[in-house]
């Protein structure tokens, strides 16, 4: 059975940093490119960043480049998102995801599995 479980959310100012976990089981972590998306309350699910199978390029969305970075360690089955400079904008549900297509996506319908979320709530 496929888990992944985030972790490290937390309330923050704006302008301070949170790092996100992900921890993977159950599949070849490996083997599938990473993703991180996020939901605003009252809003779609939104892509955020990807990262591929061996970490070797990422991508991101417009709105958080130069204040997040993907990586991820293969050997302990983790996923990571570090995330400077936050701005209340930055508020919400923030998942993990995993596709076994190398390709790099931001639709949510490419990605296999999901975790629960965990909530990162920036005031200003």
């Known amino acids: 059975q496929v888990q992944l479980v985030e972790s490290g959310g937390g309330r923050v100012q704006a302008g301070e940093s949170l790092r996100l976990s992900c921890a993977a089981s159950?599949?070849?972590?490996?083997?599938?490119?990473m993703a991180w998306f996020r939901q605003a309350p009252g809003k779609e699910r939104e892509f955020v960043a990807h990262?591929?199978?061996?970490?070797?390029?990422?991508y991101y969305t417009d709105s958080v480049k130069g204040r997040f970075t993907i990586s991820r360690d293969n050997a302990r089955k983790a996923l990571y998102l570090q995330m400077n400079s936050l701005k209340p904008e930055d508020t919400g549900v923030y998942y993990c995801?995993?596709?076994?297509?190398?390709?790099?996506?931001?639709?949510?319908?490419?990605?296999?599995?999901w975790g629960q979320g965990t909530q990162v709530t920036v005031s200003s």
């Open positions: 159950g599949l070849a972590f490996s083997s599938y490119a």
């Open positions: 995801a995993a596709h076994r297509d190398p390709s790099v996506s931001d639709s949510q319908g490419a990605y296999d599995y």
């Open positions: 990262i591929t199978w061996v970490g070797v390029s990422t």
